[in-house]
T-cell receptor, first 107, second 117 residues
Framework: DAKTTQPPSMDCAEGRAANLPCNHS???????VYWYRQIHSQGPQYIIH???NNETNEMASLIITEDRKSSTLILPHATLRDTAVYYC????????FGQGTELSVKP | DAGVTQSPTHLIKTRGQQVTLRCSPK?????VSWYQQALGQGPQFIFQ???????QRGNFPDRFSGHQFPNYSSELNVNALLLGDSALYLC????????????????FGSGTQLSVL
């Protein structure tokens, strides 16, 4: 499974867009990019995933670069409830979590 | 529709003991994965069960074993507990999406907090 690199922490103002980057330069052709988040004291929650096209759902948007070596998760209007650890995972069969990015949304 | 349920929520054991944790998957799901999450770390993959067999395994010793029942529920067993086994144990369920390919859109339970003294 390809390794991912994420910044350990980020801040975002409430109501603004949160853009969380992820590098996955060793991704192979059949591996998907998954994003999960974990709010304190809860199990991780699925957000979105994609292969090579940009994806959007009710929670977020996922932008994957054309060479697939990096991606960005976008929370369009961050709220205080979006404060969590966000995990970017490249998977070809099982999910391997890294350290994630701790996002703090501030009023 | 109940999501993934785990029991117990908290457990205290002493070194050398054995523990069994239980998981009921989300309705309609047939695959169960187990993760260990130490404080301040991301979840670490232990193993995955499908059709009552262990399909994939992470880098965990044989002290960690599991079982999946015909109703898709699962147990995680840990023998000869060590202090380092203290962690949050997470169960996640999913459904296979054709040709036995696991679906990596997982639904997680809230976990069992195990403390080994």
């Amino acid at each position: 499974d390809a390794k991912t690199t994420q910044p350990p922490s980020m801040d975002c103002a409430e109501g603004r867009a949160a853009n969380l980057p992820c590098n996955h330069s060793t991704i192979s052709g059949n591996e998907y990019v998954y994003w999960y988040r974990q709010i304190h004291s809860q199990g991780p929650q699925y957000i979105i995933h994609g292969l090579k096209n940009n994806e959007t759902n009710e929670m977020a948007s996922l932008i994957i670069t054309e060479d697939r070596k990096s991606s960005t998760l976008i929370l369009p209007h961050a709220t205080l409830r979006d404060t969590a650890v966000y995990y970017c995972i490249v998977s070809g069969g099982k999910l391997i979590f890294g350290q994630g990015t701790e996002l703090s949304v501030k009023p | 529709d109940a999501g993934v349920t785990q029991s117990p929520t908290h457990l205290i054991k002493t070194r050398g003991q054995q523990v069994t944790l239980r998981c009921s998957p989300k309705s309609g799901h047939d695959t169960v994965s187990w993760y260990q999450q130490a404080l301040g770390q991301g979840p670490q993959f232990i193993f995955q069960y499908y059709e009552e067999e262990e399909r994939q395994r992470g880098n965990f010793p044989d002290r960690f074993s599991g079982h999946q029942f015909p109703n898709y529920s699962s147990e995680l067993n840990v023998n000869a507990l060590l202090l380092g086994d203290s962690a949050l144990y997470l169960c996640a369920s999913s459904s296979v999406i054709g040709a036995g390919q696991p679906n990596e859109k997982l639904f997680f339970g809230s976990g069992t907090q195990l403390s080994v003294l």
